[in-house]
């Protein structure tokens, strides 16, 4: 389905609840643009990471604050998947930052203001125009404010934990289910709790729990928001 209505959708939710994979169907369905802001934070926290800047001992804020002019991301669509991945300063990063390593200091490196500053400045310039699904933690509430459709994804922990524990095992089978358990209630703490852009439910948000949903099920309950939207605009 693909309307000459295009409208900008709004995705956001806590880790591993299939925000990104509602994201990519939705907008090979409607022919829109897909940005994955999730994946723009972990290349800055890759950069970060690399430098020597954060640790799960110390994390030295200013040197990154310093340097963020040095960052510069974009996406590039696979030819071989035909999917959109994320390159930190003409270097693609796409494998590297879905890592434990990352997945850990993310939402440190994710409550800098100057971090957020910028990289919300770039997410609103890909999107200016419409056509657009975004997904992250404040894309409804601070990004696009005014989106047609926005929508609140959660689940429950054990299912987010075993989800992504197939996800990473997939490529390392050493990864242990309880370290990622943790690793999920850390990030849902910080990303709920910090002062900037807090990971909130808008009062407009369409709130859907897929803890018993299967994929295409989700997509479908939300093709049917779309269609409903698309026909008034």
Request: charged share 25%; aromatic share 6%; proline share 3%.
């Given at each position: 389905?693909?309307?000459?209505?295009?409208?900008?959708?709004?995705?956001?939710?806590?880790s591993?609840?299939?925000?990104?994979?509602?994201?990519?169907?939705?907008?090979?369905?409607?022919?829109?643009?897909?940005?994955?802001?999730?994946?723009?934070?972990?290349?800055?926290?890759?950069?970060?990471?690399?430098?020597?800047?954060?640790?799960?001992?110390?994390?030295?804020?200013?040197?990154?604050?310093?340097?963020?002019?040095?960052?510069?991301?974009?996406?590039?669509?696979?030819?071989a998947?035909?999917?959109?991945?994320?390159?930190?300063?003409?270097?693609?990063?796409?494998?590297?930052?879905?890592?434990?390593?990352?997945?850990?200091?993310?939402?440190?490196?994710?409550?800098?203001?100057?971090?957020?500053v910028?990289?919300?400045?770039?997410?609103?310039?890909?999107?200016?125009?419409?056509?657009?699904?975004?997904?992250?933690?404040?894309?409804?509430?601070?990004?696009?404010?005014?989106?047609?459709?926005?929508?609140?994804?959660?689940?429950?922990?054990?299912?987010?934990?075993?989800?992504?524990?197939?996800?990473?095992?997939?490529?390392?089978?050493?990864?242990?289910?309880?370290?990622?358990?943790?690793?999920?209630?850390?990030?849902?703490?910080?990303?709920?709790?910090?002062?900037?852009?807090?990971?909130?439910?808008?009062?407009d948000?369409?709130?859907?729990?897929?803890?018993?949903?299967?994929?295409?099920?989700?997509?479908?309950?939300?093709?049917?928001?779309?269609?409903?939207?698309?026909?008034?605009?």
């Amino acid at each position: 389905m693909v309307s000459s209505n295009k409208i900008t959708i709004a995705i956001d939710g806590y880790s591993s609840c299939g925000k990104s994979t509602l994201a990519k169907a939705l907008s090979e369905k409607l022919g829109y643009i897909f940005i994955d802001t999730g994946a723009m934070y972990r290349a800055v926290t890759l950069f970060t990471v690399r430098q020597g800047w954060v640790s799960d001992t110390h994390f030295d804020q200013e040197n990154l604050i310093a340097n963020l002019d040095d960052i510069q991301l974009h996406f590039e669509v696979s030819p071989a998947t035909g999917k959109p991945e994320i390159f930190l300063n003409d270097e693609n990063v796409e494998s590297e930052i879905r890592s434990m390593a990352i997945s850990s200091q993310v939402s440190k490196v994710a409550s800098i203001r100057e971090v957020r500053v910028k990289l919300v400045a770039e997410q609103q310039k890909m999107g200016a125009k419409g056509g657009v699904v975004m997904d992250g933690r404040d894309i409804g509430s601070v990004v696009f404010p005014n989106a047609e459709l926005k929508l609140f994804i959660t689940a429950k922990p054990e299912i987010r934990a075993e989800r992504r524990f197939k996800e990473l095992a997939a490529v390392n089978p050493e990864v242990n289910i309880e370290e990622i358990r943790k690793n999920l209630e850390e990030r849902d703490f910080l990303d709920s709790t910090r002062l900037e852009s807090p990971l909130v439910r808008t009062d407009d948000a369409v709130l859907i729990d897929n803890s018993d949903l299967t994929p295409q099920e989700q997509l479908d309950v939300v093709l049917d928001l779309v269609n409903q939207i698309i026909i008034k605009v």
